[in-house]
């Protein structure tokens, strides 16, 4: 009987085929992963052309002055209560529950005031309210 060892060969773990897929996997990854930024918005703002001016019925212009008297659709109203300027825009509301409600308000009108508008136009059934602004440029006084 031969009792002497036998040299046992140990099994050879061979990494470089196992590195070549992770490195195919890290690729693949890199370039179908798509990277967003959280630290910017990105908006689309609206386009507006002033060459096109048409007749628009469903709209309500309210204008709000800067001692809070209220016109609608260029009529000055009497009253400043909520009830008063919801008497007002179901009167001038032609389109219904479709009509659009514009603000527009004076730089140093009271905030109470417009929130009677949006009041007044949510207890009227019109939803869609919308504020008129103008531009910088054109808000500047012109200097001779």
Do not use: C, W
Not at 41 to 69: C, F, H, N, W, Y
Not at 100 to 129: C, F, K, N, W, Y
Request: charge should be negative.
């Amino acid at each position: 009987m031969n009792f002497r060892s036998r040299d046992r060969e140990e099994p050879e773990i061979n990494l470089i085929p196992f590195i070549d897929v992770l490195l195919v996997i890290l690729i693949f990854m890199m370039l179908t992963t798509t990277y967003s930024k959280f630290t910017e918005l990105q908006l689309t703002l609206p386009v507006a052309d002033a060459e096109q001016m048409r007749d628009r019925p469903k709209e309500i212009i309210v204008s709000v002055a800067a001692d809070g008297r209220y016109a609608v659709n260029k009529s000055t109203l009497e009253g400043r209560s909520v009830d008063d300027m919801t008497a007002a825009l179901r009167a001038a509301a032609t389109a219904g529950p479709q009509s659009i409600v514009i603000i527009s308000a004076d730089a140093m009108s009271p905030h109470q005031s417009v929130i009677t508008v949006m009041e007044a136009a949510r207890r009227a059934g019109l939803s869609q309210i919308t504020f008129a602004t103008q531009s910088a440029a054109s808000a500047a006084p012109a200097q001779h």
